[in-house]
T-cell receptor, first 115, second 113 residues
Framework: DAGVIQSPRHEVTEMGQEVTLRCKPISGHNSLFWYRQTMMRGLELLIY????????DSGMPEDRFSAKMPNASFSTLKIQPSEPRDSAVYFC?????????????FGPGTRLTVL | GQQLNQSPQSMFIQEGEDVSMNCTSS?????WLWYKQEPGEGPVLLIA?????ELTSNGRLTAQFGITRKDSFLNISASIPSDVGIYFC?????????????FGDGTTLTVKP
């Protein structure tokens, strides 16, 4: 099993640019989560999906952030326009069903730097 | 909102020593989770606790779910160099909602050979 796949692993962009982060959950997993990790705020849940439907996006910092899950094997997190304070490591995680306390498998993360 | 206080923030220990870290919360959780994160990787679940008072082991790791449901601890016995990493606790309110996890700030463990 390939595990959760995220791309790119590193992204450096300039303020104002659009950034798109991608995630492929583990095959057969029905729930997908986007997290942001920073030194100041630790690990924060941004949004999660169950069966491709967004369940809770209360952690999304502001309207510049949007996430989609067009099918069971792909999700994107988009920041437009990006700002230096968005610099962080963004993790995607998936679980088998999300209806029980199932193990969350995290991807390797995307390290985003906004200059 | 809910906050988790994880301590200590960092630990420097000698190989072979035992380690203890804990998490406390201002409110109750129904599930406690302990993760380990290594550099350049995402967190990996070590132990999950579902019942108040539960004591669970995973090899040299032992974790307990506090009776008040507001705290949990993780012990590592006979530490080895590969135990190095950041250990996170996480609490969840609902057993039917795997997404709503609140994470502690982490304990950075350094093991000197």
């Amino acid at each position: 099993d390939a595990g959760v796949i995220q791309s790119p692993r590193h992204e450096v962009t300039e303020m104002g640019q659009e950034v798109t982060l991608r995630c492929k959950p583990i095959s057969g997993h029905n729930s997908l989560f986007w997290y942001r990790q920073t030194m100041m705020r630790g690990l924060e849940l941004l949004i999660y999906f169950n069966n491709n439907v967004p369940i809770d996006d209360s952690g999304m910092p502001e309207d510049r952030f949007s996430a989609k899950m067009p099918n069971a094997s792909f999700s994107t997190l988009k920041i437009q326009p990006s700002e230096p304070r968005d610099s962080a490591v963004y993790f995607c995680a998936s679980t088998r069903d999300g209806t029980s306390t199932d193990t969350q498998y995290f991807g390797p993360g995307t390290r985003l730097t906004v200059l | 909102g809910q906050q988790l206080n994880q301590s200590p923030q960092s630990m420097f220990i000698q190989e072979g020593e035992d380690v203890s870290m804990n998490c406390t919360s201002s409110s109750i959780f129904n599930t406690w989770l302990w993760y380990k994160q290594e550099p350049g990787e995402g967190p990996v679940l070590l132990i999950a606790l579902y019942k108040a008072g539960e004591l669970t082991s995973n090899g040299r790791l032992t974790a307990q779910f506090g009776i008040t449901r507001k705290d949990s601890f993780l012990n590592i016995s006979a530490s080895i160099p590969s135990d190095v990493g950041i250990y996170f606790c996480a609490g969840q309110l609902s057993k039917t909602n795997a997404g709503k996890s609140t994470f502690g700030d982490g304990t950075t463990l350094t093991v000197k050979p």
